[in-house]
């Protein structure tokens, strides 16, 4: 299997073999006009077949010739068809002739050449090739004009130029004397530099005795890179920096604030001259260590928040959640506690914004005028169910002390909704098992344990998708059946299904005869489908089946 290319108008088509029993219409001839192009000839079988142009050679063939008639002439020759072959130069001036129709190349008997001696010069060679050459040596020259390239060599002697020098290459001397030397770029010395006794070199500046004044203002800046060594003292208005670069100081020289220790710090003492480290003296109950200060487990034994240190406005709405107590809490607590009117409850008054008290008496008064309750107590009640099929089914409940039954009425039509008795005591409320109703909203998800029948004209699904064959298993078909009949066992319906077949990615295809409980497995014919890219593109999506389109740079291909 393979993709094959379909010819249309406008394709270039890639064909093993042409078969016409018309032959074949090229189009109008084009101008050949080198040996790179292919020509197409037949065979002694028939075949249609290629050759380079360059490997054809000519029989028989006639050639016109055209000429021009001056220096260096030319002269074209061209077939039957007046298409160049090709031009011939003929190098010459007098002597050549071409007649005036081009045809005729006449080479005159007339032609003179005179002999002429040439000789050497002074400063020139000549050899016996008749090539002359330049001497090296040119002693004879004593002035020449504008130099614009070249060299002078050692031993040349003084040159008096009588005017600046101006160069934009290099300078070279192995000593130069100047009365003024202006450089407006950069000078290089390979040696040393004296100016007025002090001398430079490129490594250090040599030892000058005697005093030296730099710069001529506070506003001047000097640089030095490197470390600087003095044997005296150095002096200044003021030093900056960081001070990271100092060493060697005495302590004893430097004035040190006294650093003494306070509350909740150890006892220390510090000279300035050695590393200390400042502690934390822990107060009973804390413990200081590597992870900071934290309250020692057990540490608080008794009342360490004194009355009012902490007011109602300090500690936030949800400051302290569930999360902030252990879940276990109450466990230690002790149990069986006995309640009197005198105990105390916190409550948070109307507006939420402020705490207080009150005692169990007073939260009874409370319920006691607030709420109401009934006051028939010990009770029972018998449960009757009637009209239980019916529309709207109720559930009588008649106390044991006699007295007027009370009634609960449950909202439901025929086949909607069920009630009957379950046992003793109770009901039960429950689906019918056939279900009759006119809406159905189900807000999560729908479970069908068997077939679901939808008696209906249309359908309207909002879902963009709808998913088939869940639980169906892996590679097993999986579709929709169309006009089967309502028995669904008369094979009179068509099933459009999806075929996974395997790893090969899965098309869909088409059987007919099919009726509506049915879930086949063969098929009649496949659905092709349209892919646009490469080859590799269609087999990496799974594209490979036959009779699928494949489209790349407007060309059509089927996979066969």
């Given at each position: 299997m393979a993709w094959k290319k379909v010819i249309v108008s406008g394709s270039n088509a890639e064909l093993a073999q042409v078969t016409a029993s018309e032959g074949i219409n090229l189009s109008s001839p084009v101008d050949i006009g080198g040996s790179s192009y292919n020509i197409l000839v037949l065979d002694s079988s028939g075949d249609v077949k290629k050759i380079a142009a360059g490997s054809i050679s000519g029989t028989d063939t006639t050639y016109t010739i055209s000429a021009s008639n001056e220096n260096n002439p030319s002269i074209t020759l061209k077939d039957g068809d007046a298409t160049t072959v090709s031009t011939i130069g003929l190098e010459g001036s007098t002597g050549i002739e071409i007649s005036s129709d081009g045809t005729d190349i006449t080479i005159s008997s007339n032609l003179t050449n005179t002999n002429t001696t040439y000789d050497a010069g002074v400063g020139l060679s000549l050899d016996s090739n008749a090539t002359f050459s330049v001497n090296a040596d040119q002693g004879h020259v004593t002035t020449v004009g504008a130099l614009s390239g070249g060299s002078i060599a050692s031993g040349f002697g003084t040159i008096d130029i009588g005017s600046d020098i101006t160069t934009t290459g290099t300078i070279s001397a192995a000593s130069a004397s100047?009365?003024?030397?202006?450089?407006?770029?950069?000078?290089?010395?390979?040696?040393s530099l004296i100016f007025n006794g002090l001398e430079f070199t490129e490594e250090a500046v040599a030892t000058h005795s005697g005093s030296h004044e730099w710069g001529s203002d506070n506003t001047n800046t000097h640089e030095f890179t490197g470390s600087i060594s003095a044997t005296g003292n150095i002096s200044a208005s003021s030093f900056s920096g960081d001070g990271s670069g100092l060493t060697n100081i005495n302590p004893a020289n430097v004035s040190i604030q006294v650093l003494d220790d306070g509350y909740g710090i150890n006892t220390f003492s510090y000279d300035g001259g050695t590393a200390k480290t400042i502690s934390v003296d822990p107060y009973t109950g804390i413990t200081v260590d590597s992870n900071g200060v934290s309250v020692t487990p057990g540490g608080v034994t008794a009342a360490m928040i004194d009355d009012d240190a902490i007011t109602n406005a300090k500690i936030a709405a949800g400051a302290?959640?569930?999360?902030?107590?252990?879940?276990?809490?109450?466990?230690?607590?002790?149990q069986g506690y006995s309640f009197t009117s005198a105990n105390l409850i916190m409550v948070s008054d109307a507006s939420g914004t402020n705490l207080e008290k009150a005692t169990l008496a007073e939260l009874t008064t409370y319920f006691d005028g607030a709420l109401s309750f009934p006051t028939n107590s010990d009770t029972t009640y018998g449960l009757t169910a009637e009209g239980s099929n019916s529309s709207n089914p109720t559930i009588i409940l008649t106390p044991s002390g006699g007295g007027a039954t009370s009634s609960i009425q449950l909202s439901g039509t025929t086949n909607e909704i069920e009630v009957k008795s379950a046992d003793t005591g109770n009901i039960a409320v429950s689906l019918p098992t056939d279900v009759t109703m006119e809406n159905l909203t189900v807000t999560g998800i729908l479970t069908a344990e068997s077939v679901v029948t939808i008696n209906s004209n249309n359908v309207t699904i909002d879902d963009q998708y709808i998913s088939l064959g869940e639980s169906a298993g892996a590679n097993v078909n999986?579709?929709?059946?169309?006009?089967?009949?309502?028995?669904?066992?008369?094979?009179?319906?068509?099933?459009?299904?999806?075929?996974?077949?395997g790893a090969n990615g899965g098309r869909l295809k088409v059987e007919h005869a099919v009726a509506g409980n049915?879930?086949?497995?063969?098929?009649?014919?496949?659905?092709?489908?349209?892919?646009?890219?490469?080859?590799?593109?269609?087999?990496?999506?799974?594209c490979d089946h036959?009779?699928?389109?494949?489209?790349?740079?407007?060309?059509?291909?089927?996979?066969?």
């Open positions: 100047f009365a003024n030397l202006t450089v407006t770029g950069s000078t290089t010395l390979e040696g302290i959640t569930s999360g902030k107590l252990a879940n276990n809490i109450i466990e230690g607590l002790t999986t579709g929709i059946i169309f006009g089967a009949n309502s028995n669904g066992t008369t094979q009179d319906g068509v099933a459009l299904m999806w075929d996974p077949d049915d879930n086949p497995s063969s098929s009649d014919y496949s659905i092709p489908t349209v892919f646009s890219g490469t080859s590799g593109d269609a087999t990496t999506n799974k036959v009779g699928n389109i494949r489209v790349e740079s407007n060309e059509i291909y089927i996979y066969v």
